[in-house]
């Protein structure tokens, strides 16, 4: 018998017809509920899964977050660049009189220095959906109330102490990190004192920064030479830290509000310095990478780490951050500070500064950060605290106050919970503004931190120092050859940090100061308010 003709066993008729209806009833009934409910709790269980993964430590590795980049945007090249000459006037900077501030367009930097994401939605560039302490106990407030008014409480008020605000604001973008999104922060700058031309200084110095970033995605403080095009690039750092040049270079990059996982010109070069991290953390969480002044170097970059996920909730990020602040916190010493070493029995006001603002960004992102070393930090500033009020402050507890410190200090005070009205806040303040910003005395460190506590501040002190910092800045940035966007640490005058940060740290720095329009918002936004309502 032929194969056309050997029978073949089918089900009967009848059966497979009521099988066949049976399973599209099943399907238009059933189906999608549980194939809801599957995909659900794939999206549960996928975070918690690579949360349990150990953090790669392998030699070689590809990329983390290759996967995840769009290069569709072109990487900048600026080579010269002009900003105009430096507008003191008008004296109220909002989004109105901004339009008044014009210079010479840089429409390239300016471009490069948007986050297309405009503003966050991922996460809300804050914590919208997430009861944590906010930064400095600041409560929750409508972000759309940003611009040429104040800012106004949402739901979770206004907190004290160690962070107890934990309102998400009804805006949906919380006080953590909700002004970096482009769409927000255009409206900001104008109204915390920034213009036009700050703007076009800061994509100018991100420009410069991805320039001289290593093949490896790491920076050099002593040879980011080796990436100059046209040898121009002097200012080398002596201190031999990779990670210390990675942690500052990133830094900007995220005050800015672009991340590795938002589309942007710069997302390849955030995510190669974030790779690094990740892949040289130590099992301790340690991020220096084993460079010297280990808690110096590991505080800045558990800030970028704690920032990066705060905007991202990566959780390969999460689990670097949160090792990260559970080696602070197991370094912290008994009088609550801390210094060089991890083992260090005695503080200086300078490390303390960065591990403070590492544990407080941690709080801003929903990581985990013991109580007690809040209450370790009060401890520290106390010791090292001056003046006939206690609002100036010491490098070491023995030590008497000077300028740098003292704002180091105010600005620590201001993260746990010192109202603006104490009188040590005012001593402090009114010492800084004895020691204004000034080519002859040329201290970016200090202007940093400074910059920080007056603008949280805000008030007539503040416009005068915004206006002095700002126009040091513009007026000394490097426009001519691969210099174009960086800072020389040593001319016009040599700054405090130069021979041991060179032109990195300047250069981060002081596109760091020039972002503080929203990196945060001002702490004591919400007191104005409340204060010009009630008279």
């Not at 983390?64 to 507008?87: H, I, S, Y």
């Not at 997430?130 to 104040?150: E, M, Y």
């Not at 990195?504 to 503080?516: D, F, K, Q």
Request: charged share 20%; proline share 6%; glycine share 12%.
């Amino acid at each position: 018998m032929s194969n056309a003709e050997s029978p073949q066993k089918t089900a009967p008729p009848g059966k497979l017809a009521q099988a066949m209806a049976a399973a599209k009833t099943w399907a238009r009934t059933e189906g999608r509920w549980w194939a809801i409910s599957i995909a659900a709790h794939i999206v549960m269980i996928a975070p918690w899964a690579v949360l349990a993964m150990p953090i790669p430590q392998a030699e070689g590795q590809a990329p983390l977050f290759e996967a995840k980049m769009d290069t569709a945007l072109p990487e900048p090249n600026l080579t010269r660049f002009e900003v105009g000459e430096t507008m003191i006037e008008p004296t109220v900077l909002n989004t109105e009189t901004l339009r008044m501030t014009e210079a010479p367009a840089i429409e390239q930097a300016e471009e490069m220095n948007e986050n297309p994401n405009a503003p966050f939605e991922h996460a809300g560039g804050g914590m919208a959906n997430a009861k944590v302490p906010s930064l400095g106990g600041l409560g929750g407030f409508d972000i759309k109330a940003i611009g040429t008014g104040p800012a106004v409480r949402g739901p979770g008020g206004i907190g004290t102490g160690s962070g107890a605000g934990g309102g998400p604001g009804s805006g949906g973008h919380g006080s953590g990190f909700g002004g970096r999104g482009a769409g927000v922060r255009k409206a900001m700058v104008g109204g915390f004192g920034g213009t036009k031309q700050t703007e076009r200084a800061v994509a100018a110095g991100l420009s410069w920064l991805a320039r001289h970033q290593n093949p490896d995605g790491s920076w050099s403080l002593d040879h980011f030479d080796r990436n100059c095009k046209d040898g121009h690039c002097t200012g080398l750092g002596n201190l031999n830290s990779n990670a210390a040049a990675t942690a500052m270079a990133l830094l900007p990059f995220l005050a800015s509000g672009q991340t590795h996982t938002s589309k942007g010109p710069y997302q390849k070069t955030i995510a190669g310095g974030i790779d690094w991290f990740v892949k040289n953390q130590k099992p301790s969480g340690d991020l220096s990478a084993g460079g010297g002044q280990i808690m110096y170097t590991h505080g800045i970059a558990a800030i970028v780490m704690c920032e990066c996920y705060g905007l991202t909730k990566d959780p390969v990020v999460g689990k670097s951050a949160q090792a990260a602040i559970r080696f602070i916190e197991a370094a912290q010493n008994a009088e609550g500070g801390w210094r060089y070493s991890p083992t260090s029995k005695d503080s200086d006001t300078s490390v303390f500064g960065w591990q403070l603002m590492a544990i407080k960004s941690a709080q801003m992102a929903g990581l985990d950060v013991k109580p007690k070393t809040f209450d370790g930090a009060r401890n520290w500033l106390k010791l090292a605290s001056k003046g006939e009020k206690n609002g100036l402050f010491s490098y070491e507890a023995k030590g008497g106050p000077s300028p740098t410190m003292t704002a180091v200090g105010l600005l620590c005070n201001q993260y746990l919970g010192a109202n603006r009205s104490d009188q040590s806040m005012i001593e402090g303040m009114k010492y800084l503004m004895a020691n204004l910003p000034n080519q002859a005395g040329r201290n970016c460190y200090y202007w940093y931190y400074a910059t920080q506590v007056l603008h949280n501040l805000t008030g007539p002190e503040w416009d005068t120092w915004n206006r002095q910092m700002r126009r040091i800045f513009i007026e000394t940035q490097d426009k001519e050859s691969c210099q174009t966007g960086s800072w020389d640490p040593m001319k016009p005058t040599k700054d405090a940090w130069a021979d041991s940060g060179g032109r990195i740290m300047t250069t981060s720095i002081a596109v760091l100061t020039l972002e503080v329009y929203y990196r945060y918002l001002p702490l004591y936004q919400l007191d104005s308010a409340s204060e010009m309502a009630a008279n």
